[in-house]
């Protein structure tokens, strides 16, 4: 089977490591991977700030860079949703465009939806001895309605403790230049969000989303709290060369 | 002002199109489906099961003869002091209710000899009859402990009791009490007030008269000419309107009785 | 950034008000949770053949109801006023709050009015009802129990459905204490009893009783309201004159349509099966009927709906308004109603006002929304305000309403990042660039810290991650020769 990655803006610039874990869990579940040329971000931010021709050019992009792709894996859910969800949305009904946008959606992936529903993985033989609460982002949750697989990948993870989350729903207040925009809200949220983390005893917050661990992980490090954030691939490559050495 | 003709032009007009003389019927692509237990027996214990949730008490009855009687034990034995019995210009809902208690004059509780059982235990019965004052009627309304009312109909899957200004209509069949099919009983002798303002409501339901859900209600009150005010009550008056801390008995009655016959 | 507007004024003492903050919470978060119970149970009711639908088909008739209504809204109107005539009611239309509240006014003045009563109702709210009256010299009293704690207050609805949701015990208790005259326990119990025999009394003397509706019945011109107290009730059983302000979307087709809404509006509003009351008046007081008033008045009010009809906005106008997007709103819950200075506040508040008011003043309300979704989700009618506050941000873009740097900044990313060798050559160097704001850890990691300008927001709650020394692209090439080697 051949994938291709789309790593998305966020990783490529602060999280190249997640990159690599995503291509390197995909290869050793025999999967080839390649990595397209021309593919910069997927248009979100224009899109969510009203530059509605911005996002449709970053579209337009992203369909051009994977137009021959048969799956593309993204390690992020918001990525991912916004492709699926919101790109048939900018292009007008029965247009030539429109089908493009739908038919890449259906081929876009999340990294963990992709392991899980189309490779039937959830153990991917990883030890990684932590106390962890998985944050779901919303577009995940919401659009792509993946909630089920990242919990299953990381309750196959040996010495994990993963532990249950109240109100896993609730945004963490990222939001993209939302965080920017309207900072003294959101940071409202992070600490509503990193304090029910806190108090569950996790010292590991583990998500599909850069943007949100970005987001809590800088509320955290400025609070000065006992607790790391990961993105579940670099969790689970991780755990894979632990349980391997 | 705008008139009538202008407004809806403007409404018809965003639209994109001449305003049109009346409305194409609503068919909705599925049909509503038929639910629920359709046993008297099942639906009365739905009903109850539902209304005691809700804070309502529930008199099962099995004569005629024991209605009176109910409602007088359940007269004697409400509860004294509750925010529910506080009167106008009695601000601190520690003051007296007088003895009276109103009742529908209806043909839905005529056959029980209220009053007399009423009167025989110090109660002082009082309906309104045709040709008297509206306004002092809802005046002793207002000072009354309890209102007594016959339901029209009840929704077993919420706990509900139904009751109208004047008797509903479109019954199926003949069912007793229910007014005539065109819904033109006499609304004389009932009155909105009496299951609203007393404290404490009391009200008679047959079994027969339970349907499980409430479209099968609305198909029925489709079927004839709607009376003034049709209410579904379902449980004493609530609200959380403070800390989102549930009260009962806010301005309606902070007592449901249901006698069910 | 440049001086506060008003609204981040308001945001910024919601923030710094942790009582308040506590209490919408609360209340919030009980809402949402007793709203997901409730549904739940519906969705096993539905499995075994005892509910009409589980939320999602319940949902897909309502959109289905209200879909139709609103393609045809002139027709329905036409036929709901056809029909509250032939019932002896008088109808009334306003195309603005100006002209509404002219007419509750000349109503009152007819008949020598001077004391109304006024049930729950949002779109009284929406046209300043209680300001236009007092300013003629009425009294005009609110009588649902919110509502009369804001309105001695002096304040708005915070909440669409729970008007005092950040008020406290003690602050109600202050309140009536206030009226009474003396020191009131801090009980519910004690507060609700005050209330009740204080508004008891307004209600029996009062000259008009004003509601709003949930629904009109156009095949039979009923109107119908959903209350727990029985404010809703009581104002149009008691006063003489009833008088119903009604924004134009709340018809619905047929009595049997009320099924699928009744179903929906109390689980999404409080978690409830069904409300205390469900009140349905069909004109004024029948000849020999010993109550309800005599004259009963509709006034039908578009007060800028007419403009969101045949847009891409007019599903917003099948709102039932009960609250639910507020209480699973992750910005409400940290900001409660009034920071967002709009009558209607929350998600649908943040798409509705600029529709109905233009963007002059509410195009900042845009900004209070993460794009989470979850209003979308939670709605009965299955609205997608996520989507509208987009399309709604994308018009005001188009205007110019931004940040210009907000706009520089985005613009820039656009032109570099379109472009696949700008958007390497600014990625590879971007560590350069930040070089005056990189931070180092113990573990000898970097982050960055103080940055300037727009960035600032950031930085002043949040360190940032330092941008990789060689991003992914360039770690590709890496791992292809290492595949390679193999």
């Not at chain 3, 305000?385 to 005001?396: F, N, S, T, V, Y």
């Amino acid at each position: 089977m051949k994938v291709s990655l789309f790593i998305t803006c966020l990783a490529d610039h602060f999280a190249p490591q997640v990159g690599e874990a995503v291509y390197r869990l995909l290869r050793r579940h025999g999967v080839e991977v390649d990595f397209p040329e021309g593919q910069t971000c997927c248009g979100q931010p224009s899109w969510n700030t009203g530059h509605l021709d911005d996002a449709r050019d970053f579209a337009r992009l992203y369909m051009k860079a994977f137009a021959k792709s048969e799956y593309i894996i993204q390690p992020s859910g918001s990525c991912a949703g916004h492709v699926r969800y919101f790109y048939p949305e900018m292009f007008p009904e029965g247009s030539r465009e429109r089908q493009e946008a739908i038919a890449i959606g259906r081929r876009t992936y999340e990294f963990t939806e992709f392991m899980v529903r189309v490779l039937g993985v959830k153990d991917v033989g990883a030890r990684f001895p932590g106390k962890a609460v998985f944050h779901n982002n919303c577009h995940m949750q919401r659009e792509l309605k993946v909630q089920e697989e990242p919990l299953e990948m990381l309750r196959c993870v040996r010495d994990l403790e993963l532990l249950e989350l109240p109100r896993p729903d609730l945004c963490c207040g990222f939001g993209g230049a939302f965080s920017i925009k309207q900072p003294e809200i959101s940071t409202a949220m992070a600490d509503d969000k990193v304090d029910a983390i806190a108090a569950t005893g996790a010292n590991l917050i583990v998500s599909s989303d850069l943007g949100c661990l970005m987001h809590q992980g800088g509320r955290i490090e400025k609070r000065g709290l006992p607790i790391r954030t990961l993105h579940i691939a670099e969790l689970l490559w991780e755990g894979v060369q632990q349980n391997v050495g | 002002m705008t008139t009538e003709q202008d407004f809806l032009a403007r409404v018809a007009e965003k639209l994109g199109r001449s305003p049109e003389s009346a409305p194409p019927p609503f068919r909705p692509s599925e049909p509503l489906p038929a639910i629920g237990p359709r046993g008297k027996d099942a639906l009365a214990d739905r009903f109850q099961m539902e209304l005691e949730k809700i804070n309502g008490v529930v008199h099962r009855v099995n004569d005629a003869s024991e209605v009176a009687p109910t409602i007088v034990r359940i007269l004697n034995e409400a509860p004294a002091a509750d925010p529910g019995k506080s009167r106008a210009g009695d601000q601190d809902g520690a003051g007296t209710v007088g003895r009276t208690v109103v009742r529908w004059a209806d043909p839905l509780l005529d056959e029980f000899d209220i009053d007399r059982a009423l009167e025989q235990a110090g109660w002082q019965p009082v309906a309104f009859r045709q040709g008297d004052d509206g306004r002092a009627f809802v005046a002793r309304v207002e000072q009354a402990h309890a209102g007594i009312v016959g339901c029209d109909a009840a929704i077993a899957e919420t706990g509900t009791i139904v009751l109208g200004s004047s008797p509903l209509g479109g019954a199926e069949g003949n069912g007793r009490g229910s007014g005539d099919a065109r819904g033109n009983g006499s609304a004389g002798g009932r009155g909105r007030t009496v299951s609203l303002l007393p404290p404490v409501l009391i009200a008679l339901l047959r079994k027969e008269q339970i349907v499980f859900d409430s479209a099968q209600l609305f198909r029925r009150l489709a079927r004839a000419p709607m009376p003034s005010q049709v209410i579904f009550k379902s449980g004493p008056s609530r609200s959380s309107d403070i800390e989102n801390d549930l009260t009962i008995g806010v301005h309606g009655p902070g007592a449901l009785h249901v006698i069910l016959l | 950034m440049s001086a506060k507007t008003p609204f981040l004024e308001r945001v910024e003492k919601a923030l710094a008000d942790d009582h308040l903050r506590g209490a919408v919470r609360y209340t919030a978060e009980n809402l949402y949770l007793k709203r997901k119970a409730v549904m739940a149970d519906l969705d096993v009711l539905a499995e075994k053949g005892e509910a009409l639908g589980n939320f999602e088909e319940l949902r897909a008739r309502a959109q289905e109801i209200k879909r139709h209504t609103l393609a045809h809204l002139d027709a329905y109107l036409k036929q709901a006023a056809e029909q509250i005539r032939k019932n002896g009611g008088v109808v009334h239309w306003a195309k603005d709050a100006r002209e509404a509240n002219q007419i509750v006014l000349e109503i009152c003045k007819k008949r020598g009015a001077k004391k109304l009563i006024k049930s729950k109702s949002m779109v009284t709210e929406e046209i300043h009802l209680n300001q236009a009256l007092e300013a003629e010299g009425m009294e005009i009293v609110e009588s649902d129990l919110g509502e009369y704690i804001i309105q001695l207050a002096r304040e708005t609805p915070a909440h669409i459905v729970i008007p005092a949701i950040h008020k406290t015990r003690r602050q109600i208790a202050d309140l009536f204490g206030a009226v009474a005259g003396r020191e009131l326990a801090t009980d519910t119990k004690t507060l609700a009893g005050f209330a009740r025999a204080t508004l008891r009394q307004k209600f029996m003397t009062a000259d008009v009783g004003v509601t709003g509706a949930n629904f009109v019945v156009a095949e039979t011109g009923t109107l119908c309201l959903v209350t727990n107290e029985g404010n809703g009730r009581l104002t149009s059983s008691v006063p003489p004159c009833q008088i119903s302000v009604v924004g134009m979307e709340k018809l619905v087709p047929r009595l049997e349509d009320l099924a699928v809404m009744l179903n929906l509006l109390p689980r999404s509003a409080t978690g409830q099966k069904i409300t205390t009351y469900f009140n349905m008046i069909t004109g004024p007081r029948r000849p020999g009927e010993p109550d309800g008033p005599e004259e009963l008045h509709v006034i039908f009010l578009d007060n800028g709906r007419s403009n969101i009809l045949a847009t891409q906005y007019q599903e917003v106008l099948s709102c039932i308004r009960c609250g639910a997007c507020l209480n699973s709103c992750p910005v409400y819950r940290q900001l409660g109603g009034h920071a967002y200075g709009s009558i209607y506040p929350g998600p649908i508040g943040t798409v509705l006002t600029p529709l109905l008011q233009g963007f002059d003043q509410w195009d900042e309300l845009l900004q209070a929304c993460s794009l989470c979704g979850a209003c979308a989700e939670n709605c009965p009618l299955g609205i997608q305000l996520h989507k509208h506050i987009i399309r709604l941000r994308g018009e005001a873009v188009a205007q110019g309403r931004e940040h210009p740097l907000m706009r520089t900044a985005l613009k820039a990313v656009h032109f570099a990042w379109t472009r696949p060798g700008v958007y390497k050559f600014v990625a590879r160097s971007a560590h350069l660039g930040v070089k005056p704001f990189t931070r180092r850890r113990e573990d000898g990691s970097e982050y960055l810290d103080n940055l300037p300008s727009i960035a600032a927001g950031w930085t002043n709650s949040r360190t940032m991650p330092a941008p990789a020394r060689k991003p992914f692209h360039q770690r590709w090439a890496e791992l292809q020769r290492e595949e390679g080697a193999k």
